[in-house]
C-alpha cells in the first residue's frame, strides 16, 4: 500500500513544480501565444498532479499468519 501512496507523491510534486514554472512563464511572458500555450501546459501538469491524488488505493491485505 505504500507503493501506491509513494507513487503519488512522486508524480505530484514534479508536475507542480513543472507546472507552476510554466504559469509564472505564462504570467511574465511578452508574447501573447506564448503566454497562452504555457498557460495551457501549466494548468494541464497542475491538473494531472492533483487528479493523481485521486486515484484509489486498495484496502490492505490480510496476512494469512497473524490470524
Do not use: H, Y
Not at 11 to 25: E, M
Not at 41 to 62: D, M, R, S, Y
Amino acid at each position: 500500500m505504500s507503493r501506491n501512496r509513494t507513487a503519488k507523491g512522486i508524480v505530484l510534486v514534479p508536475c507542480l513544480l513543472l507546472g507552476g514554472a510554466f504559469l509564472s512563464a505564462a504570467a511574465w511572458g511578452d508574447e501573447q501565444s506564448n503566454q497562452v500555450l504555457a498557460l495551457m501546459i501549466g494548468l494541464g501538469l497542475v491538473g494531472a498532479g492533483l487528479l493523481a491524488q485521486f486515484i484509489p488505493t486498495p484496502p490492505p491485505e490480510k496476512d494469512e499468519a497473524q490470524g
